[in-house]
């Protein structure tokens, strides 16, 4: 039994609020239970020295939790002078996921910087992030489409995060909230397309090893997981899901 | 005329929301208009090293914006690997103000940390991190109250912030949103007690000066704001306005 | 009755000598009473970045104390790796107000950049580096002027600044010297012209708070210690005194 | 057909050398083909802050490159004067994967320093420096039971690491050379115990994404190249072979 | 023939000027020409982890130049965040030197801060800085014998520092101005003790080498500049003088 | 007697191994005893902005020890987030030194980055890297000649250095190991040409000092140890040989 009382492949309530800051080009508050991030997509119209005069763009994503987001009160960045590990491994991740689904080629010289800040943390923080900034990103660059900047959506598939784990009895399950996520003999991130394929996989055991065949039931669960939130992500960007719809149905007609 | 229709002596919509985000001891969102301002207290059971040993407490602020909570977006502090000077005078500012009104005394080896990270900005957000802040800190020493950690709420007075300033024609005027902010020929932010008393006074003037005369309009100005702000504050509090209403009137007595 | 005799309204002994180090275009050693602090303005033909190719200048301060220009010996921040809130705080101001007084726009691209080191600090550091930078600045300004790099003094008023406040006993005095100080309830730096308007003024209650009226008697004792300080201001200068009175006087009449 | 003609499930030439450097409790020079990573095992006697009078030990891993390692000279990370974001991921992940085999319970207070400096790159360097330093660490732990500060080997298990990745024509391979990393469409690596478990997974899409039957051929793939690995370990340490092999028989014996 | 006339044998102008700023235990302001140093020394009564309980001190010093005290601005170390190579070889030159004739042993579990400030540049910064601080270490250590606090002055011998070198045209000269240092083929810094031994010698032939016989022409026009500078150094101590020579001369007839 | 048998004037044993990291113009790996550090010389096709559109090129040297190449662990640079002093000294006359021999203005513009990180480290550090930096670059110059990016090798004269010291009985001697080195009076570092002229000459007291005599016998010594070093130096640069011993005649030709 977990102790929220969830099925082991049921997601704690998730909820995507749009046009939550007035400024950004894109601007999202995801909600996975009592983990709250709020993801903001920024569009500049230059890239970093490396790509100039090459016709393309780039992703680069941010992320920061505010000091009291978590239970105890942890020490903020910028006073420390650097960022910790954690949260440069996390940043990295967010802004590879991002440039697997959205077609750099196509959005011109410019940066989109996306910023994830969690104003409240209960485990999950990396795969509410990568979720919600997919919705973000799709606003942005859905305002580009609109105000003629751009053709046409440059996004060829739904991109979500979700994590699967190995509770210490050595049940595997869905969306560890931050109490099963501190006790967990294994913790997987698992970033996935609307389309069923791997972006990127992590998983760790912590002071401890899992087996193919955990490995396999992690995966599984995993999979019913991105459905849902892939549900969620079409209800949240409104008329673009009919856009990236066709484009990934195209994209798997040519892979297969 | 102002350019969102206000009176000079007008306040932009304030409001107050407690308990937004669940782990800190206080926690609030302030918005000035289109100003939104997280300000959470958390309470410590140490105090800095200078302190140790004492039997007195600490208050330590510290003030930090969302990459995008403005129109351009912001390299966080984090990532330059220090924090601005812009920064280090909010912070400092807002620590100082609090200082003011809490007993350090009274509230044992305990350190209270205060963060104000604002999430919208659109002008005056150092005065609603103030405002916001106090009430925060209210609720926090409230809950050791509540909790027999110290006996009585060690707050003597009320503690708001508000800026005033003189518009490109010279007209002074109270609460000055960011399109005002960024022509004003003089900015000026005064903290207040509930009783009336300064607390900090800060005006400048931006490659401009500003006469008595015009000093003390924007004083009466202020002096204004104040008013309807510590009505604010006391809705937002609830059972402890009473408690701190009691105690600066045997102040204001003991004063005269 | 103060620690040194004065009374209320009596600055210590001020003096102001130029040409203090050979290398700068202008040099001061400027003391008040035991504060002393070496002010040199240097200029740079550019400007930084965001104001390049528009023809007009810049003032950039920055201000230190050796480290053992107080009672303790401090830190080097060379040493500490970054610069203290409170030094990024004086050198903001005193580039703001010296930016009040300086037309940009005639001094061509060029950067102005003024150094306040203290070498003995004993209270009013900070009001002694600005009215000290004034006079660099006119000398330094007046060697454009005397090679024909610019065509006239580009600077329109006197610059001072003076430190008042409110000891224990609820006395306002004038001038404080750090024993003062550091017991003062109220601590305010008032920045003048010439002509007496605000440039900046800057007040704290230190765990106190200040009344209408006392705030009064401080700005009154403020504009008799600047009187004073125009008057060495104007010897220090020498032929540069007569071009300042004229302008200041064209502007007065301008404004009234 | 691979670009140095190596079978899908060939691994690069494997050597390592023990006793490297002289002072170290355990030092190897392990190399991968042209990789070449020194790794050094140091013993402290005392644990970090945070686990003082537990009983219990640490291990930390630090990594990093000679500037010259790769093709284009890399600017010393103590030059920058901070470390990478790939540098930290690396070094947490070998930190990471040490602790899932060594029981820190039994090394008493303290820390196990693994510093796994790679003088030569040419892929697969973080895999590498995980295989290396297991073998340092034996070394450096045997010695710790050879002068009898601890009675046994505290290491329950071999622990190896292997890249696995798909490449530009879509053919799984293992052991990637920095040419084929390069190019290719994904990059995984798979840390494993001896007993055939995973420690750890990380895969990434490269701009791609990648399915569940690739992810198993990879996975099969890795599980060849760790067997292989485990055999060089054996060799390397010795004596101390039998002493793995039979805790791992017997962890093994009571986990099915 | 030299720029400014002098002899090859001869200084510049050396002046000692003692407490010079009023808060540090000894206080000097040095002159070589117009190379000008505060070198001032503070006593604090601990010393750094390292030598804790052994009952004996340390000595610390420290070097900066104010920006403008050469000919160019230069960056202040605070704002770069770091201290420059130039700065460190200088600060652990001075600190080393003045080791070598103070017994530490003898001044109790004290550090002895010595910062040398130079607030006007023109070649020889580190010698003027080395001779100033020596004097200023006698001054801030024989406070400490007047106040009872130690028995007897802890300094065996004098310590003084001159600049030497080879001009373009090859001839060797003592105590370089700048426009002379900045064209030198070879420049030595000699610290010597008052008995004529050698602390430190440090010669750096620049892009250009030089010779066995130069070595000793440099040698002695050092030596001659030393014994001038000891008899400066005896003025400026005052009652001091006769114990380091009694003690200097105890030792001589110790060594021979 | 020395702790290691050596005669006063014995070198430890000296090899130098070429090509000994595969991606550098020149890589060596040198030993004096148990110090063992590699040197990679780099060629950049740029050099620093102070020296563009000069026509000529830069060398600059690095220097670093692994943590663990010394008896205790040291902490990284990287992680400290900055260079010590020590190494900053150490890189700064690596640089100056080889810039003596290297004629700058015939190899284009260009930077030569010469790194030395020290493996193993048993005393003398310094002068192994300056030795062993000298035969990278020969290597790394040679390539470019070899290449025909320019027309022949522009250095004019051998570069070694070597370490002498006086020991704690008095006794002079040439190439102190770490144990020695760590007990001497005096250490002093000497650069010298194959000619036999200085290029830098660093002599410290250890909290002691030295005579003239004893300065002199330690400079014999150290002649001594160059003629030998000299000879490893040609055998390790093969063909490149003749030609600086031919530049190095018509150079002593030309001074005589």
Chains 1, 2, 3, 4, 5, 6 share one sequence.
């Not at 239970?33 to 903001?40: L, P, Q, R, S």
């Not at 997987?188 to 055991?205: D, H, I, S």
Request: glycine share 8%.
């Amino acid at each position: 039994m977990r102790n929220d009382q969830r099925k082991v492949n049921q997601l704690r309530k998730v909820t995507i609020e749009t046009d939550y800051v007035k400024h950004p080009e894109g601007s999202v508050l995801i909600s996975f239970g009592d983990t709250k991030v709020i993801c903001n997509a920024s569009i500049e119209d230059r890239v970093p020295p490396f790509l100039r005069n090459q016709g393309k763009g780039w992703i680069t994503a941010e992320y920061a939790m505010l000091p009291r987001a978590t239970e105890n009160r942890n020490i903020r960045e910028s006073s420390k002078g650097k960022v910790s590990g954690r949260t440069m491994e996390i940043q990295r991740l967010i802004g590879r996921a991002l440039r697997a689904v959205v077609d750099l080629d196509k959005i011109g010289e410019r940066t989109l910087w996306v910023d994830c800040d969690v104003i409240q943390a209960d485990g999950g923080t990396r795969t509410a992030s990568i979720t919600g900034a997919f919705v973000a990103v799709v606003l942005a660059l859905g305002k580009l489409v609109n105000n003629k900047s751009i053709k046409e959506l440059p996004i060829h598939d739904y991109l979500t995060a979700i994590s699967v784990g190995v509770l210490p009895e050595g049940e595997e399950v869905l969306d560890l909230c931050y109490e099963e996520d501190s006790k967990a003999q294994v913790d997987m991130n698992v970033v996935m397309t609307g389309n069923g394929e791997f972006v990127e996989l992590q998983g760790t055991g912590e002071e401890a090893t899992f087996s193919m065949p955990q490995l396999q039931t992690m995966l599984t669960l995993a999979q019913e997981g991105v459905t849902e939130l892939v549900e969620l992500q079409r209800e949240a960007i409104g008329e673009w899901a009919e856009v990236i719809s066709a484009k990934q149905a195209a994209q798997t007609g040519g892979q297969s």
